[in-house]
Structures are given as structure tokens and as C-alpha cells.
């Protein structure tokens, strides 16, 4: 049945969207910041939707926080046979960089998840709390880097300036798992989107340092491209698995809110050089 490859689908795309630079940064979104994706796959054009938004939370012991807010959905035809919906909250300190702490949550048909996690990086733990199956909660031990989760580690990309054959390495956070990454620059590509075609940069994670879990033990892949203009967005993301490929393709993008104003402004669709 189509149902349990589209459960797959959007199971590896929240994967997506729910890790780490080598060096700090502020996060790669600002505040108003927002990326709002079609998800296909196969036969469905539209088999869901993925959006991204940044938000200013409000600051602690004076320092400024930012709350990085994802959702993902299933949608039309697809939603008949597959029912999924998941939101993912960030909380970033904005002058370092670092991930704070992460709220997910996921409901299908056949199943509900809800944990958060949060970060001590003097300690170098993670407290691990898991609300529908408690005893999974636990104290994990950070591996070196600052975690973020897998789409952010790949937006975070946009400061980098990576050249094909370069590569960085990123700590990502998954659920009550780490998985240490190195973040290969492929070439350029042509990508086209709803917003305009884009001379992009191809990204791919590999897992490398370690044996390979999760997906990336089952064999699937991940890939990026980041636009290379001005705004270096992600305008593209894809999963790979045996039985095809999810695809999510930027159709929106609004800026940072600009100061004086109460909403943020739409970019142009911008152009390949």
C-alpha cells in the first residue's frame, strides 16, 4: 500500500526538520525570518507542506533568545492515506548560537510523540524527557560540538561559504540521539522553484565518523541546495529512499522583520547569476 512508503516519506522529512557548526555563530534565521516548503513525492505534487519561522522570545538574564518554530503536514489526496502532523519549537540564544532547548511533537494515525530536550554545555549533558513513554527519559552525554537539529545544522550553512570539495563537520540531535556528520559541498546545481530558477550549491551529510544509524544505516540519503545570491537559501531538500524520494521546494520566503514594522516584507524570487 502507498500508505506505509508515504509514512516513511514524512517520518525522514520531520527527520529534516526537528546539527552543529564548528565554530559559534548567531542562528541562521532572524527574527520574522520565514521558509514555507511543498513537499511531493512520487505521483503527489502535494502531498505536504514544511514551514519555518523565526520568532524573538523573550530574553533571560538580558540575554536575547530567538524560537525557531517547524511544522510539518500532510496534505490533499496524500493526507487521505497517510494522516501526519508535527511541530517543532528551538529555543536559540541569539548571541552565541546555541540551541537551548528543543520541544517535538508528532501525531499519525498510528502514532503520538512528545519529548524536549534541553542542553547544559558546561556539563556537556542533555536532559532527555519523553512524555508519552517516560521511561525513556534519560541524561545523555554530548559528543563534541554544539547540537542543533538536522535542518538547522543545514540552513546554518548559509554563512559558511563552502566551495565544492570542502566539507564541515555538525553534531545533530534527533529524538534521545546524537549523530555526528560531516557536511560534504557537491557542486553546482540548477534548481528550479515556484519562487524562480537559482544557481545553487549541492550539500550532502554523510555519517562518517561513526557507523551510520538510523536512516542513514537503512540507506537513505540526504541532500541541500543552497541558493548562492545575496539571501543563500535552502530552496530545496531531499530524502532519498529504495522506494523513491521525498522532495520539499521553497514556494515562499519572507524576510527578517524590518525594525519600525509589525510584519515581515516578501523577497523578490530571485534570479540565477
Known sequence: MLRLPLSFVFLGLFCLTEGVRSLRATPALADGEALTYRVSWGIF???????????????ENGQPRLTVTTTTSTRGFARTLYKFDAR???LFDIKNGQLLSNVETSKSESKETKN???????KRTASYVNEINPTKST????????PMDLIMSLVQTRAWDLKPGQQRDALVIFDDEFYELTIHAEAYETVHTALGTFNSLLLVP??????PKGMFKRGSGVKVWISQDGLHLPVKFQVEFKFGAGV??????????????SSPAPAPAAKAP
Open 45 to 59: 505534487f502535494n502531498a505536504g507542506e514544511i514551514k519555518i519561522g523565526a520568532h524573538n522570545a523573550p530574553p
Open 206 to 211: 554523510k555519517m562518517e565518523k561513526t557507523p
Open 139 to 146: 541524561t545523555l552525554e554530548m559528543p563534541p560540538g554544539e
Open 248 to 261: 520539499a521546494s521553497l514556494i515562499n520566503y519572507d524576510l527578517p522583520t524590518v525594525a519600525g514594522t
Open 116 to 122: 524536549s530536550i534541553l542542553f547544559d554545555y558546561t
Open 88 to 90: 517543532g519549537d528551538a
